[in-house]
């Protein structure tokens, strides 16, 4: 349906383009996902581990809680117990990560206060972004969001509808939003907020949301953008301000942890 060159993804800190040829937009599914295999490089190793974990972390694969052993690890990447080592210390440093004895390393869950922060941070980040962009983005531009937006009715049409692939297609479709403002603080702070807080815990630790609503938001946002209409800046505020309803509503708060 969409004629678009390159969806952008967000992985690391940098922006990975994945071609659609425009004879192979039925394609897109594998285009997009494609990200999903990680690669280990043989230059800067723990660089690569510490992506890879990052990746992992915002993605889902890991979750907040888990036990990794580092030993599994190292196997699974074909990589030393160093560059392993030397990524967990960074993100011990970070406050993700809890190292244990015996090659074990906890992933730290986030508490109540972290998780209130985050969703704070992630208001102003994507207010910002919307607001920056709403009255100049190219309509060319918009072209990865629309491709993510059919990924995600896809994933809704499934029977049953599969809920974890549109939570990722929902994660990717912010980080590009936020992209395209084109600053890399912003760019590199929504990642960082995403691995202290992902996409995928926000969803489970909150109630039911109305997917449909949600759905329906995606696509108002960039028919917004598209007119260069302000009304851009107040569909993502109603979205994001109905995603934190939905966490503190959630059993994971109760009523005497957070004021309405």
């Not at 938001?217 to 209409?229: C, F, G, N």
């Amino acid at each position: 349906m969409y004629s678009s060159k390159s969806v952008v993804k967000l992985l690391n800190s940098d922006i990975i383009d994945i071609s659609i040829e425009p004879n192979r937009c039925n394609d897109r599914r594998i285009a997009v996902e494609e990200y999903d295999v990680f690669t280990i490089e043989k230059r800067s190793l723990a660089e690569q581990v510490y992506h890879f974990l990052c990746n992992s972390i915002i993605g889902g694969r890991f979750n907040y809680g888990d036990t990794l052993n580092t030993k599994l690890l190292a196997e699974e990447l074909n990589v030393s117990m160093m560059p392993i080592r030397e990524a967990l210390k960074r993100l011990e440093l970070e406050g993700l990560v809890e190292i244990k004895p015996r090659s074990m390393c906890v992933l730290k869950t986030p508490t109540k206060k972290t998780i209130l922060s985050a969703i704070a941070v992630r208001e102003l980040l994507e207010v910002y972004a919307v607001r920056a962009i709403c009255n100049t983005v190219d309509s060319t531009r918009l072209e990865p969001l629309k491709v993510l937006i059919e990924l995600m009715q896809d994933a809704l049409e499934e029977a049953p509808p599969d809920l974890r692939k549109y939570i990722k297609f929902d994660w990717q479709y912010h980080s590009v939003l936020c992209s395209l403002c084109d600053n890399e603080f912003i760019i590199k702070s929504y990642k960082e907020l995403n691995l202290h807080l992902n996409m995928n815990y926000m969803y489970d630790i909150g109630i039911k949301p109305n997917y449909a609503q949600t759905f329906k938001d995606h696509i108002e946002l960039v028919t917004a953008l598209e007119q260069h209409s302000p009304l851009a800046i107040e569909i993502i505020h109603k979205h994001l301000m109905t995603s934190k309803k939905n966490i503190l509503s959630g059993s994971f708060f109760s009523d005497e942890d957070v004021q309405a």
